[in-house]
């Protein structure tokens, strides 16, 4: 063998390799993002829930005898009330894990926005507590799920843009239904 056919095999050889070892990368990358995607499905999920569980408890306080709001506002340890702090408790843990997650650069606008929503809904729950009487009702009557829908909403946008450009389909992640 003529040196030039050596050198020719051997750069064909190192070439193979790069870009073996290069797509071997993109293949890790788009495996590890699409953990990241599924994770925040999990908070979506989570974040959803809790939302929802709060726009029934407000339906249904709304609906309510009179009789039926003075308990809430008086007593602090009925069921409503310890909901509102449940999901209070809750949703500060997520938007913490949110917030603190590491994630690649195109995943943060679906955090901070499931995080922003999670924040909001923490904290309008969490004015509930402690307080009885008018103050409670007060503190029920200033919660804004508006606000927490938007940034939900919007978080949500931002994962299924990146769900589709990873071809993570949210409902395989739960095998279909929904286990937290």
């Known amino acids: 063998m003529s040196q030039g056919l050596v050198i020719a095999i051997i750069v ?3 070439v193979l390799v ?6 071997a990368g993109v293949l890790l990358w788009r495996r590890t993002v699409r953990r990241y995607i599924a994770t925040l499905i999990g908070k979506r999920a989570g974040v959803g829930a809790a939302l929802k569980t709060v726009e029934q408890l407000v339906a249904s306080l709304a609906q ?3 009789e039926e709001l003075v308990d809430f506002a008086v007593d602090a340890s009925s069921e409503e009330r310890k909901m509102m702090e449940e999901v209070a408790e809750q949703m500060a843990i997520v938007a913490d894990e949110l917030a603190t997650m590491p994630l690649p650069k195109h995943l943060w606008d679906a955090a901070n926005a499931l995080a922003d929503a999670a924040t909001a809904l923490s904290r309008q729950t969490g004015a509930l507590s402690g ?11 200033g919660v804004d799920l508006v606000k927490v829908r938007s940034h939900f909403d ?3 946008a931002y994962l299924v ?3 589709e450009r990873y071809d993570v389909d ?3 992640v739960y095998g ?3 286990y937290i």
């Open 154 to 156: 919007a978080g949500v």
């Open 12 to 14: 064909l050889v190192a």
């Open 64 to 66: 309510a005898s009179d």
């Open 18 to 23: 790069v870009a073996g070892l290069v797509a």
């Open 161 to 163: 843009e990146q769900s």
């Open 131 to 141: 307080k009885e009487g008018i103050e409670a009702l007060d503190a029920l009557a």
């Open 170 to 172: 949210a409902t395989a």
């Open 176 to 178: 279909g239904g929904l």
